[in-house]
Protein backbone atom coordinates (compact mmCIF):
# COMPACT_ATOMS: atom_id res chain seq x y z
CA UNK A 1 0.00 0.00 0.00
CA UNK A 2 1.42 3.29 -0.92
CA UNK A 3 -0.45 6.96 -0.26
CA UNK A 4 0.15 9.70 -2.46
CA UNK A 5 -0.02 12.78 -0.31
CA UNK A 6 -0.31 16.16 -2.32
CA UNK A 7 0.51 19.85 -1.61
CA UNK A 8 1.38 23.03 -2.91
CA UNK A 9 -1.59 24.05 -4.89
CA UNK A 10 -3.75 27.27 -3.88
CA UNK A 11 -4.37 30.95 -6.19
CA UNK A 12 -1.87 32.67 -8.00
CA UNK A 13 -2.34 35.44 -10.52
CA UNK A 14 -0.99 34.77 -14.09
CA UNK A 15 2.60 35.29 -14.43
CA UNK A 16 3.18 33.66 -10.92
CA UNK A 17 4.44 30.53 -10.00
CA UNK A 18 3.24 27.55 -7.67
CA UNK A 19 5.54 24.28 -6.47
CA UNK A 20 3.85 21.28 -6.01
CA UNK A 21 4.44 18.36 -3.94
CA UNK A 22 4.37 14.51 -3.58
CA UNK A 23 5.05 12.94 -1.55
CA UNK A 24 4.83 8.30 -1.10
CA UNK A 25 4.91 6.50 1.79
CA UNK A 26 4.05 3.09 2.84
CA UNK A 27 6.28 0.03 2.86
CA UNK A 28 7.67 -1.93 0.77
CA UNK A 29 7.83 0.00 -2.60
CA UNK A 30 9.94 0.33 -4.85
CA UNK A 31 9.58 3.66 -7.09
CA UNK A 32 9.36 3.49 -11.12
CA UNK A 33 8.00 6.44 -12.26
CA UNK A 34 6.06 9.55 -11.28
CA UNK A 35 3.73 12.77 -12.79
CA UNK A 36 1.58 14.92 -12.61
CA UNK A 37 -1.76 15.04 -14.56
CA UNK A 38 -4.61 17.67 -14.32
CA UNK A 39 -7.87 17.81 -14.89
CA UNK A 40 -10.37 20.76 -15.39
CA UNK A 41 -13.49 20.88 -15.23
CA UNK A 42 -15.44 19.32 -18.05
CA UNK A 43 -12.32 17.91 -19.38
CA UNK A 44 -10.42 14.79 -19.45
CA UNK A 45 -7.22 14.60 -16.93
CA UNK A 46 -4.15 15.33 -19.39
CA UNK A 47 -0.60 14.67 -18.69
CA UNK A 48 1.02 17.83 -17.58
CA UNK A 49 4.52 15.90 -16.45
CA UNK A 50 5.98 13.17 -16.06
CA UNK A 51 9.90 11.55 -14.60
CA UNK A 52 11.39 8.12 -14.52
CA UNK A 53 13.43 6.56 -12.31
CA UNK A 54 16.31 8.32 -14.02
CA UNK A 55 16.47 11.68 -14.99
CA UNK A 56 14.09 11.32 -18.29
CA UNK A 57 11.08 13.42 -18.21
CA UNK A 58 7.81 14.46 -20.70
CA UNK A 59 6.06 17.49 -20.73
CA UNK A 60 2.73 18.33 -22.44
CA UNK A 61 3.16 20.83 -25.27
CA UNK A 62 1.07 23.34 -23.04
CA UNK A 63 3.52 23.39 -20.37
CA UNK A 64 6.90 22.95 -21.97
CA UNK A 65 9.09 25.67 -21.03
CA UNK A 66 7.44 27.11 -17.95
CA UNK A 67 7.22 23.69 -15.86
CA UNK A 68 9.99 21.94 -14.30
CA UNK A 69 9.24 18.39 -12.37
CA UNK A 70 11.85 17.39 -10.18
CA UNK A 71 12.32 14.18 -7.90
CA UNK A 72 13.95 13.76 -4.31
CA UNK A 73 14.87 9.82 -4.54
CA UNK A 74 15.73 10.05 -1.02
CA UNK A 75 12.65 11.61 0.19
CA UNK A 76 10.13 9.76 -1.99
CA UNK A 77 9.02 12.73 -3.66
CA UNK A 78 8.67 14.52 -6.39
CA UNK A 79 7.96 18.20 -7.64
CA UNK A 80 6.24 20.37 -10.16
CA UNK A 81 7.43 23.76 -10.36
CA UNK A 82 5.14 26.32 -12.56
CA UNK A 83 5.92 29.51 -13.35
CA UNK A 84 4.28 32.16 -16.28
CA UNK A 85 1.09 30.52 -15.02
CA UNK A 86 -1.60 31.31 -17.12
CA UNK A 87 -5.43 31.13 -16.38
CA UNK A 88 -5.57 28.03 -18.80
CA UNK A 89 -3.84 26.48 -16.42
CA UNK A 90 -6.38 26.21 -14.16
CA UNK A 91 -6.94 22.37 -13.19
CA UNK A 92 -7.36 20.16 -9.95
CA UNK A 93 -3.46 18.57 -10.44
CA UNK A 94 -3.59 14.87 -9.47
CA UNK A 95 0.27 13.22 -8.35
CA UNK A 96 0.38 9.74 -10.20
CA UNK A 97 3.37 7.35 -8.89
CA UNK A 98 3.89 3.80 -10.90
CA UNK A 99 5.53 1.53 -8.40
CA UNK A 100 7.32 -1.63 -8.97
CA UNK A 101 5.30 -5.09 -8.14
CA UNK A 102 2.40 -3.38 -7.01
CA UNK A 103 1.32 -1.03 -9.72
CA UNK A 104 -0.39 2.44 -9.77
CA UNK A 105 -1.10 5.09 -7.14
CA UNK A 106 -3.49 8.59 -7.24
CA UNK A 107 -2.74 11.36 -4.90
CA UNK A 108 -6.26 13.17 -3.94
CA UNK A 109 -5.44 16.26 -6.13
CA UNK A 110 -4.86 19.61 -5.80
CA UNK A 111 -6.36 22.51 -6.76
CA UNK A 112 -4.59 25.14 -8.47
CA UNK A 113 -6.15 28.35 -9.67
CA UNK A 114 -4.60 31.15 -12.08
CA UNK A 115 -7.45 34.12 -12.16
CA UNK A 116 -6.68 38.07 -11.75
Known amino acids: QVRLVESGGGLVQPGGSLRLSCTAS????????MGWYRQAPGKQRELVAA???????DYADSVKGRFTISRDNAKNTVYLQMNSLKPEDTAVYYC??????????WGQGTQVTVSS
Open 96 to 105: NGRFFAIGEF
Open 26 to 33: GSDFSIYA
Open 51 to 57: IGSGAST
